[in-house]
């Protein structure tokens, strides 16, 4: 994880405001306007006592009431209005950053989520996203208001005398700014640390779940149980460190508001008492200055909170900086498919070397099958050829071209691409389908099935192609499963076809109808098949052996 310093994550957070930089003045006016009101009350009242002593007012006793009831009534709308603001531009940015996150996954993914655990992601795109909502509409507009407050209330009090003007100010900027900071400084890293660990917590549960009949089988549910009770309970400590932190900054900044008022009013009766100020000035002074501290509570409040927002802050901007493995590209000519190949290819994950100085030809029309042990790196050489990752040494070739000089969208269109996994969501058997041709007709999506060995299946069921698959396709056989995915890929209709392991889960009867579809189809498009079965590497024109990474035999 990057770090980055408090103010960069601000500024950076604050740059997504732009978009609603209206609403946000909107939230300001409203809010400083507001506290104005809420202020003028008590100070008003002052006002009122002193018509009421014949000390020398501006305003009547009932002027003053007519004044306060109209600034109650505003206080109120005000606040509302603010409120309204606040939350419409946070909900509006916390879409807009989904979005990003999102946009960002697209260029990242596959390549991110084949190393990231999942759960972490989960819970940076949910619970993350979902705090920034604290910066956007509780940290912003009040740090302006309190600002704007605090300048207007320390010149009305400063009008009186300096030196009290002068007390006001130190009390706002030692409560607004000076203990949050303090209090951030002080909470140090317990605000990232809940967030990592919040993220551990999803990964755990979600690889929980996915395990469970795992755990189930070999008896290990109570030790995962009793791991996850650790996770949470070391969570808890974080979370009842940072609450704790919350009741002292609480206590600190009342203690501190207390004082500031008491030396006001030692302060300003002692300037009375010198003949320096008159007795409204004492009166106002001090009322002012005990009903000015709302703006900056606020924001005495937010230094324990802050911390965690920030961490995930700090996270989400991880996921929206990140570079991609692979850059895509765009706005090169269109490429139409003619073949593809592997030229003296050299690749690792990391440090771990997959494929070296790799060289194989995909000829149009023809079947061409990789066979070899598991971990020889079959699976990464269809996926150098989808371009989920650059190789680092070679080139890969697509119609001739530099695949990296190959738009990102002719490559979808010219690749259909079959894993050894395939994902159903929790939709209709037509909708998952559709998912490789949004346009598909009926008859298309019969036609793909047939061809895939799956139709006959699908009628049995009881609404046919409209049969909900459960979640992650678990009520679905693994060979049912890899058929569809078979389906799938027909249906996408690309000319070329990168199939990895696309019969292992099937009996001989299916195996043979889909190998036939391969076989009639031949002419229209080229075919790399990667599997482990005999019976169906008999189809391919010619048979790469992994191991023997540059070398090839045909059949
Ligand atoms: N995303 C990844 N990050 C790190 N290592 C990986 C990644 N994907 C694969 N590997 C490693 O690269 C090697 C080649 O993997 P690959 O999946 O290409 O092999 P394969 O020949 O298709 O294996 P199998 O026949 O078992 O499917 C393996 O050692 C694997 O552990």
Redesign the pocket.
């Known amino acids: 994880m990057k770090k980055r310093s408090n103010l960069k994550i601000m500024l950076k957070l604050s740059g997504l405001v732009r978009p609603l930089a209206g609403w946000m003045a909107c939230a300001v006016l409203m809010g400083v306007t507001g506290f104005l009101c809420s202020i003028m009350i008590p100070v008003l009242g002052g006002y009122g006592i002193l018509d009421a002593v014949n000390a020398g007012s501006p305003f009547t006793v009932k002027t003053v009431c007519i004044i306060v009831g109209t600034l109650a009534l505003l206080r109120g709308i005000l606040r509302y209005g603010e409120q309204a603001c606040n939350h419409y531009i946070a909900f509006r940015l916390l879409a807009l950053i989904r979005h990003k996150v999102f946009a960002a996954l697209r260029k990242l993914c596959p390549a991110k989520l084949?190393?990231k655990d999942r759960g972490n992601l989960i819970s940076v795109i949910t619970s993350d996203i979902e705090l920034l909502e604290v910066f956007y509409a509780h940290t912003i507009s009040p740090v302006v208001i309190a600002a704007v407050m605090s300048l207007a209330m320390t010149f009305l009090i400063g009008r009186y005398h300096w030196l009290a003007g002068l007390i006001a100010l130190c009390g706002y900027v030692t409560v607004g700014a000076a203990v949050p900071l303090m209090i951030s400084r002080r909470s140090g890293s317990v605000g990232m640390e809940f967030r990592k660990g919040s993220g551990e917590l999803s990964s755990f549960v979600l690889d929980s779940l996915r395990g469970l009949k795992e755990s189930q089988q070999y008896g290990t549910g109570e030790k995962r149980l009793s791991e996850l009770e650790n996770k949470t309970d070391r969570l808890s400590e974080k979370q009842e460190r940072m609450s704790s932190m919350t009741g002292r900054n609480m206590a600190l900044t009342n203690t501190l508001i207390l004082i500031v008022d008491f030396l006001q009013l030692g302060v300003c009766t002692w300037l009375y008492l010198d003949g320096q100020m008159g007795f409204d000035g004492l009166l106002i002074s001090v009322i002012a200055t005990m009903s000015s501290f709302g703006p900056v509570i606020a924001l005495a409040n937010l230094g324990s909170t802050l911390q965690n927002t920030f961490a995930a802050g700090n996270r989400v901007l991880d996921i929206l900086e990140e570079t991609p493995q692979v850059a895509g590209t765009a706005g090169k000519e269109k490429t139409v498919f003619s073949g593809a190949g592997l030229e003296k290819v050299t690749f690792g994950?990391?440090d771990?070397l997959?494929l070296q100085d790799l060289s194989l030809q995909v000829k149009p029309g023809k079947i061409t099958g990789i066979v070899?042990r598991?971990?020889?790196?079959?699976?990464?050489m269809l996926k150098l050829l989808m371009r989920f990752w650059d190789a680092q040494e070679g080139r890969v070739e697509i119609s001739g071209k530099d695949i990296r000089q190959v738009n990102a969208s002719d490559l979808r269109e010219m690749e259909g691409y079959m894993t050894?996994e395939t994902h159903l969501f929790h939709d209709s058997i037509a909708a998952n389908l559709r998912i490789a041709k949004l346009s598909a007709s009926r008859e298309e999506l019969e036609e793909a099935c047939r061809k895939a060995s799956i139709h006959d299946f699908i009628m049995t069921l009881p609404n046919g192609y409209d049969t909900e698959v459960g979640e992650l396709g678990e009520t679905l056989s693994g060979g049912e499963r890899q058929r569809l995915g078979l389906a799938r890929a027909f249906l996408h209709d690309a000319p070329l076809l990168l199939l990895d392991?696309p019969t292992s889960n099937l009996d001989s009867l299916n195996e043979a109808v889909i190998l036939k579809s391969l076989r009639d189809q031949q002419e229209e498009r080229s075919v790399v098949l990667?599997s482990?079965r005999a019976s169906t590497m008999n189809i391919a024109d010619q048979v790469y052996q992994?191991e023997e990474l540059s070398g090839k035999r045909s059949c």
Do not use: I, N
């Not at 598991?374 to 990464?380: L, R, V």
């Open positions: 084949e190393g994950y990391g771990e997959v070899g598991s971990g020889s790196g079959k699976s990464t050894q392991e990667v482990h992994a």
